[in-house]
C-alpha cells in the first residue's frame, strides 16, 4: 500500500488550543501528542528549515527571516529562494531513497527553487512604479494558472498585514487540495500560518486570537474532506507547533542603544536611513532576537556591544562569537553578536530617536525594505494608510529560546508512530522520513 503522508506547520498552536478546534481533533483522533520544544530562534524560516533539514542554523545557514550580505552591504528580507538552505531537505531525501517518491511543498518560505515535485508559493511582480501584481510560483510552472481560473489569486494583502485573515489560508488549503487531487504527491507540506496574526496584535490569549482558532478549524475541516477523496489509501497527518506565541509588555530597541552608543550611523534620504557602511554595530531585529553585525569583526567593538546589551531591560542573553554554538547560531551568516529577549519582551528595528526623521517606509507596510521584522505593520491605521511608530501596541512574540511551559508547542499525529512523549523540531525530519 502507497504511504501518503500529510505535514502541517502552524505557528502559535497550544495544547490548550485544541479544545477550540474539534477538527483538528477529529483529524488526528487515535494518534499521538508530543510536546514540541522549538529550537532557538523559533521564528518562520529557522523553524522550518529545522523541520526539512533535521538540523540546526549552524549547519543549514538559516539563521533569520532575513540575511545580511556584508560583502555587499545588503539586507535580503523575504524573498530568499531554497538554495540558501545549505542541507538536504525531506523531499531531497525522499528522492534520494526512492526516487518514486513524490512530495509537494506548499508555502514554506524557501520553498521557490526546491527539489519537491509541486510547489505553490507567493511570487508577486514587482512593478518600477513600485506596484506588484498578483501571481505564485508553482512546479508545475503552468498550474498557477489552473488554480488562478478555480480560485482566483492568491489573496496576498490577506497574507500578511493589517487585513490578514482566513481567506490567505483557505486559498493554501484550497488549492493543496487541488494539487492533490490532481498529482497525489505522497509527501505533503502544507503551512497554515492563520493563527499568527491576531496573537501577535493583540496576544495569544485576546477575544481576536479565540476566534482565530475556530476559523482556522473550520477550513481544516474542509481541506480533511478534500485530502480524503483524493487519496485511495489512508494518510497519516501530522501537525506541528511551528512556534509558540507569548505575550509581551515590553519592547527593547538595540539599534536605538547602538546609535546613542555612537556605534550606529545613519544618512539623510527620505529620512534617516541605516547607513549600512559606516556603522561600527547595527542590528537585524527578528521578534524576540536579533543579530548585530560588527564592522570588520572587531574584538574591541564586539566586546563595547556586549557590555551595552548585558546591562539592558528585556534582554536574557548576549552572545558573541563562539558562544553562539549554545544555541546552533555559529554560522557565517551570524551576526558576531545575537541578543536574545525575555520571553515577555520583543525587540523593534527603529534607530530614529525622533519620529518626524522615520526612513518612509518605516509608516509602510513593506517587508522587504524594512531591514528587520515590524509586527506593528498589524495595526495599521486604515483612516490614512500609515503604520504606527509605538512599538508598544504589539501584545505577542515569539523566538526567545524555550524556558517554560508556555513556550512549548506539540505534535499531534493520527497514526502511534511511537514518537517518545517529548520531542525537539529537529526531530520532524526524521519522524516524516521513518515512514517511508
Same mark, same amino acid.
Given at each position: 500500500?502507497?504511504?501518503?503522508?500529510?505535514?502541517?506547520?502552524?505557528?502559535?498552536?497550544?495544547?490548550?488550543?485544541?479544545?477550540?478546534?474539534?477538527?483538528?481533533?477529529?483529524?488526528?483522533?487515535?494518534?499521538?501528542?508530543?510536546?514540541?520544544?522549538?529550537?532557538?530562534?523559533?521564528?518562520?524560516?529557522?523553524?522550518?528549515?529545522?523541520?526539512?533539514?533535521?538540523?540546526?542554523?549552524?549547519?543549514?545557514?538559516?539563521?533569520?527571516?532575513?540575511?545580511?550580505?556584508?560583502?555587499?552591504?545588503?539586507?535580503?528580507?523575504?524573498?530568499?529562494?531554497? &538554495?540558501?538552505?545549505?542541507?538536504?531537505?525531506?523531499?531531497?531525501?525522499?528522492?534520494?531513497?526512492?526516487?518514486?517518491?513524490?512530495?509537494?511543498?506548499?508555502?514554506?518560505?524557501?520553498?521557490?527553487?526546491?527539489?519537491?515535485?509541486?510547489?505553490?508559493?507567493?511570487?508577486?511582480?514587482?512593478?518600477?512604479?513600485?506596484?506588484?501584481?498578483?501571481?505564485?510560483?508553482?512546479?508545475?510552472?503552468?498550474?498557477?494558472?489552473?488554480?488562478?481560473?478555480?480560485?482566483?489569486?492568491?489573496?496576498?494583502?490577506?497574507?500578511?498585514?493589517?487585513?490578514?485573515?482566513?481567506?490567505?489560508?483557505?486559498?493554501?488549503?484550497?488549492?493543496?487540495?487541488?494539487?492533490?487531487?490532481?498529482?497525489?504527491?505522497?509527501?505533503?507540506?502544507?503551512?497554515?500560518?492563520?493563527?499568527?496574526?491576531?496573537?501577535?496584535?493583540?496576544?495569544?490569549?485576546?477575544?481576536?486570537?479565540?476566534?482565530?482558532?475556530?476559523?482556522?478549524?473550520?477550513?481544516?475541516?474542509?481541506?480533511?474532506?478534500?485530502?480524503?477523496?483524493?487519496? &485511495?489509501?489512508?494518510?497519516?497527518?501530522?501537525?506541528?507547533?511551528?512556534?509558540?506565541?507569548?505575550?509581551?509588555?515590553?519592547?527593547?530597541?538595540?539599534?536605538?542603544?547602538?546609535?546613542?552608543?555612537?556605534?550606529?550611523?545613519?544618512?539623510?534620504?527620505?529620512?534617516?536611513?541605516?547607513?549600512?557602511?559606516?556603522?561600527?554595530?547595527?542590528?537585524?531585529?527578528?521578534?524576540?532576537?536579533?543579530?548585530?553585525?560588527?564592522?570588520?569583526?572587531?574584538?574591541?567593538?564586539?566586546?563595547?556591544?556586549?557590555?551595552?546589551?548585558?546591562?539592558?531591560?528585556?534582554?536574557?542573553?548576549?552572545?558573541?562569537?563562539? &558562544?553562539? &554554538?549554545?544555541?546552533?547560531?555559529?554560522?557565517?551568516?551570524?551576526?558576531?553578536?545575537?541578543?536574545?529577549?525575555?520571553?515577555?519582551?520583543?525587540?523593534?528595528?527603529?534607530?530614529?530617536?525622533?519620529?518626524?526623521?522615520?526612513?518612509?517606509?518605516?509608516?509602510?507596510?513593506?517587508?522587504?525594505?524594512?531591514?528587520?521584522?515590524?509586527?506593528?505593520?498589524?495595526?495599521?491605521?486604515?483612516?490614512?494608510?500609515?503604520?504606527?511608530?509605538?512599538?508598544?501596541?504589539?501584545?505577542?512574540?515569539?523566538?526567545?529560546?524555550?524556558?517554560?511551559?508556555?513556550?512549548?508547542?506539540?505534535?499531534?499525529?493520527?497514526?502511534?508512530?511511537?514518537?517518545?512523549?517529548?520531542?525537539?523540531?529537529?526531530?520532524?525530519?526524521?519522524?516524516?522520513?521513518?515512514?517511508?
Amino acid at each position: 500500500m502507497q504511504k501518503n503522508v500529510v505535514l502541517l506547520t502552524i505557528p502559535g498552536l497550544r495544547d490548550k488550543d485544541l479544545e477550540q478546534m474539534p477538527n483538528l481533533k477529529s483529524l488526528v483522533a487515535g494518534g499521538q501528542k508530543s510536546t514540541l520544544e522549538n529550537s532557538f530562534p523559533a521564528v518562520t524560516w529557522p523553524a522550518q528549515a529545522n523541520m526539512l533539514t533535521g538540523k540546526l542554523p549552524n549547519e543549514h545557514g538559516v539563521t533569520a527571516n532575513g540575511f545580511f550580505w556584508r560583502e555587499d552591504n545588503k539586507v535580503e528580507m523575504w524573498t530568499a529562494w531554497n &538554495e540558501k538552505i545549505q542541507e538536504p531537505q525531506i523531499w531531497d531525501l525522499l528522492h534520494q531513497k526512492d526516487d518514486s517518491i513524490t512530495s509537494a511543498a506548499w508555502f514554506p518560505m524557501l520553498s521557490k527553487g526546491c527539489g519537491a515535485d509541486y510547489v505553490c508559493m507567493p511570487a508577486p511582480i514587482h512593478q518600477p512604479d513600485g506596484s506588484e501584481d498578483l501571481w505564485c510560483y508553482t512546479k508545475p510552472q503552468e498550474f498557477y494558472g489552473d488554480l488562478l481560473a478555480e480560485f482566483g489569486h492568491f489573496p496576498l494583502k490577506h497574507f500578511w498585514g493589517p487585513i490578514a485573515n482566513i481567506k490567505s489560508t483557505k486559498w493554501i488549503l484550497e488549492s493543496a487540495g487541488a494539487c492533490a487531487q490532481r498529482f497525489h504527491p505522497n509527501f505533503f507540506y502544507i503551512y497554515l500560518p492563520h493563527l499568527d496574526y491576531a496573537a501577535q496584535k493583540m496576544g495569544p490569549d485576546s477575544d481576536l486570537a479565540i476566534a482565530a482558532l475556530s476559523e482556522l478549524d473550520g477550513v481544516i475541516g474542509e481541506m480533511k474532506t478534500t485530502f480524503e477523496k483524493a487519496y &485511495e489509501s489512508p494518510i497519516s497527518w501530522m501537525v506541528v507547533s511551528e512556534y509558540v506565541i507569548t505575550e509581551v509588555d515590553h519592547v527593547s530597541y538595540p539599534n536605538r542603544l547602538l546609535r546613542e552608543a555612537g556605534m550606529l550611523k545613519v544618512i539623510e534620504n527620505d529620512g534617516e536611513q541605516l547607513d549600512f557602511a559606516e556603522s561600527d554595530a547595527w542590528a537585524l531585529v527578528d521578534h524576540q532576537f536579533s543579530h548585530v553585525f560588527v564592522k570588520d569583526a572587531d574584538v574591541a567593538k564586539i566586546q563595547k556591544v556586549k557590555d551595552l546589551f548585558s546591562r539592558q531591560s528585556g534582554i536574557s542573553e548576549v552572545l558573541v562569537l563562539d &558562544e553562539r &554554538e549554545k544555541y546552533g547560531m555559529n554560522h557565517e551568516r551570524s551576526g558576531e553578536v545575537v541578543l536574545i529577549s525575555e520571553p515577555n519582551s520583543w525587540q523593534a528595528y527603529y534607530w530614529w530617536l525622533d519620529d518626524s526623521k522615520a526612513p518612509g517606509f518605516a509608516r509602510t507596510v513593506d517587508i522587504h525594505r524594512k531591514p528587520g521584522y515590524d509586527p506593528v505593520e498589524l495595526h495599521l491605521d486604515m483612516s490614512n494608510m500609515s503604520t504606527p511608530l509605538d512599538a508598544t501596541l504589539i501584545k505577542g512574540s515569539h523566538g526567545a529560546p524555550v524556558s517554560n511551559d508556555s513556550q512549548r508547542g506539540i505534535l499531534l499525529t493520527s497514526n502511534d508512530l511511537a514518537i517518545p512523549d517529548s520531542i525537539r523540531d529537529i526531530d520532524i525530519c526524521d519522524i516524516v522520513l521513518k515512514q517511508f
